[in-house]
């Protein structure tokens, strides 16, 4: 597993005295109201009453709130990851958790991510809890989002309390919403000088094999951000595969494009293509699967017909790592 290493050139930008992280630079961006919001959330079908905290606070102090807070949390927990999407037809990717991870064996994990999750300006994680119903979790702006039942309110003020933090009415300017331009740049942290140097979608691949992470969709349906039905999307999928020859262990990238109706055929038709070859073996580890629209595709796929009346795999490849 390589070492990601954060770039020690950029200077961190300030608005007032409120530190951000250095992965966004700010564009008119006023200050905040540091402190915490907290309002009740009924249950419904999917979760019990909760009370929400919004909190927010200089970047300098985000580290230290998270882990008391993650403190809150039970033995087991569900890891969950947001990041800044490539698929065309999405702003954000979701990832979820299979099973449950003990919650010595997340924080363990999240020290060893914790300085590039904070540090980057297009990531939010944290973890959820089934018993009781709860969540800790830090935005891509580093705002700290807890949801607890109603028994654990008084002790997230506690500790919130504890690090100088008090309720307001607002935290960023509800203003900020109505821009029609964002008020943050997302800038690059990472040390990419190299080969060997992981970029941020690596680091992101070692988190979630390390989390147990999947994406968070319908792998039997074709859906937008709005929910619209896309049918058949033109997409770009990279599997990690390995060497079928134990005596000479290595790793390699199978690599796709491919039309296809949904995530689930998409990985069906990759897996089945890979099993036509004997030098390589599958083991379920995705790396990326993207839809990609159709004026951005590649040049070897020029002639391809806007509408296709069947999935098909236009390209297929295997390199090593």
């Known amino acids: 597993m390589r070492t990601f290493a954060l770039r020690t050139d950029l200077e961190r930008h300030r608005v007032g005295d409120f530190q951000l992280p250095l992965g966004l630079e700010p564009l008119g961006l006023p200050a905040p109201q540091e402190g915490y919001t907290v309002e009740f959330v009924e249950s419904d079908e ?7 905290f919004y909190a927010v606070t200089s970047f300098e102090r985000v580290a230290p709130l998270l882990e008391d807070l993650f403190e809150l949390l039970p ?37 060893s991510y914790r300085d590039v999750i904070l540090e980057d300006g297009s990531i939010g994680a944290g973890a959820q809890a089934d018993e009781p119903y709860m969540e800790v979790f830090v935005d891509s702006w580093k705002g700290i989002e807890v949801q607890v039942p109603p028994d654990l309110r008084e002790e997230v003020e506690r500790v919130l309390g504890r690090h100088g933090l008090e309720e307001v009415v607002a935290t960023w300017p509800p203003e900020l919403d109505e821009r029609p331009e964002p008020p943050l740049a997302v800038r690059e942290i990472l040390v990419l000088d190299d080969e060997q140097c992981p970029d941020l979608d690596e680091v992101l691949f070692q988190l979630r094999e390390s989390w147990g992470l999947d994406l968070d969709l319908d792998p039997d349906d074709n859906l937008d951000e709005a929910g619209r039905y896309l049918g058949r999307t033109l997409w770009h999928v990279v599997a990690v595969v390995e060497s079928a020859d134990e005596d000479h262990p290595r790793a390699g990238y199978a690599m796709a494009w491919l039309t296809a109706g949904s995530l689930g055929e998409v990985q069906r038709m990759v897996e089945s293509r890979i099993e036509l070859q004997d030098e390589w073996r599958f083991e379920g580890q995705w790396y990326s699967a993207d839809r990609v629209a159709f004026d951005e595709r590649p040049d070897s796929l020029q002639s391809l017909a806007p509408r296709r009346g069947r999935s098909e795999l236009h390209d297929f490849r295997i390199e090593p790592a």
């Open 46 to 52: 999917h979760a019990p009453d909760t009370f929400r």
């Open 75 to 111: 033995d087991e927990v569900f890891p969950l990851v947001e990041a800044g999407s490539k698929d065309a037809f999405r702003t954000t990717d979701v990832f979820t958790a299979r099973e449950p991870l003990a919650f010595d064996d997340f924080m363990d994990d999240w020290r």
